[in-house]
């Protein structure tokens, strides 16, 4: 039995609107300033995470996935591992997108996952927007106002401060504004349509592209945004506060000061520790936790210990 957790190494990713707080707030040790994205939970083809500790080290979490099913509490694994687990540093505003459901993403893209996926704000600067939803009724609407370049008119902006958080499922208009760093969960894809990138060009002075055509077929009309239903447990001197359970993922914020057993178990546990420090136990054996670590805890612990003043990002299937 596999008894430790499972410590993973972040993939980083240069974007244009990207900056250099994952090196400033994470210690991450990034490529250069434009780094926009860290996949800090990953079996995506597109950048896949390895396995820094124990027996597997050396091996990505996708090879795990298809060769250790029971490290997933399952008896074996059929396609891709289901989950993406993100840190995104905007330093500029993200291009207005939508992303497919897994019926599109299958028949026009031939990718297994559509992209549902939930945002947590780790930091912010003051006066911060996401755009998030339309104010189209219809689909015919909708194309009125992108062929009209209605842009302050069709898009929802919403402010945003620390410790907020959106569950974005697919279809749904949105834009990571500047400033914002998220942690995101999501399905594991990596399919982007772009409506909107506020006319910029690149240094070369070209525009990026965009996806008018698929981003219309796949936005939902009109907007309905439902915050999920959040409910709170505290397990020893644990806080744990429950952000959203949807058909695609359950998500945990922990915020730790002291110590807690086995307050949580799930076929396996995919766990981002975003501040303080601490250790976790399992089997007799200590693991040291600071802010930036990433780890997923397998299906073959059936108990463990958490000590220290940490907060962490939990999230299962
Ligand atoms: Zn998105």
Redesign the pocket.
Known sequence: MYQEPIFLTPVFQERIWGGDKLKTLFGYSIPNDLTGEAWVISAHKNGPSMINNGSLQGQSLAQAWSEHPSLFGKETTEGDFPLLVKILDANDN?SV???PNDAYAQQVEGEPYG?T?CWYVLDCEPDSEIIFGHRAETQEDFKRRVDAGQWDDLLMSVPVKKGDFYY?PSG?I???GKGIVIL?I?QSSDI?YRVYDYDRKDAEGNTRELHIQSAIEVTTYPHSSNAPEIEEQIVGDLVSTRLVKEQYFTVYDWKLNGRTVTPLQADYLLVSVVNGTGQIIVDGRSFPLKKGDNFMLPATVSSYEIAGDLEMMVAHE
Do not use: D, F, G, Y
Request: charged letters at 20%; hydrophobic letters at 35%; zero cysteines.
């Open positions: 993200l997108q939508v992303h992209k996926e974005v749904t949105h834009a990571i995101e999501q982007t």
